[in-house]
């Protein structure tokens, strides 16, 4: 089961992409963590992503999908993953399709978790994140017991620089600009699926345990 997760940022792919994960015992997989690995560990290829990285500059594309394909090789990877994430360009998805198909592999599914741009800047104005232990609640979904206090530390609960409405309109432009084109690039495969994210949590997993399950 090799699946793709799209969906604009605060669209709850992530979370979904979790959920999958645990429920069918593969690997969720995102570049931000396939980086730290690498680099933690000291690869040839976490040594060159980090030069990058220490100058502040994008990984380029290449050097991501080999990242992204040597995670795949790991004993982990052999019932599949749930890629979140990446790829966010249409190269991206190119290069990762060509790199698969040397070895006689490709995705299966691409699923959008599509939600209307006010509903994420909205939903994205409510979430909270602790500044000791980055657990995230929300004030509506997800409260915590008591109020400005994360539930697992004691730690104070902030919104997120980078969960400000001005902030959120900016990262919906870019994800329309160059990832939203993924959209038609997965559906010209034939192997996009959407799901209504507007729905409640488990409601939207239901619907793409129902497509991968069909």
Known sequence: MKIIMLGAPGAGKGTQ??????????P???TGDIFRANIKKGTELGTK???????????PDELVVDLVVDRFKEPDCQQGYVLDGFPRTIPQAKALDEALAKSG??????????????????????????????????????PPKQEGICDVCGGELVLREDDKPETVEKRLKVYHEQTQPLIEYYQGKNILKSVDGTKDLELVFKDIIDIVEA
């Open 28 to 30: 969720h997989i995102s």
């Open 105 to 142: 592999d490709a995705v299966e599914y691409a699923i959008d978790v599509d939600v209307p741009d006010a509903n994420i800047i909205s939903r994205m104005a409510g979430r909270r994140a602790c500044i000791n232990c980055g657990g995230t609640y929300h004030v509506e979904t997800i």
């Open 49 to 59: 992503a980090k030069v990058y990285m220490d100058q502040g500059l994008l990984v």
């Open 17 to 26: 992409a979790k959920k999958l994960a645990a429920k069918y015992d593969i």
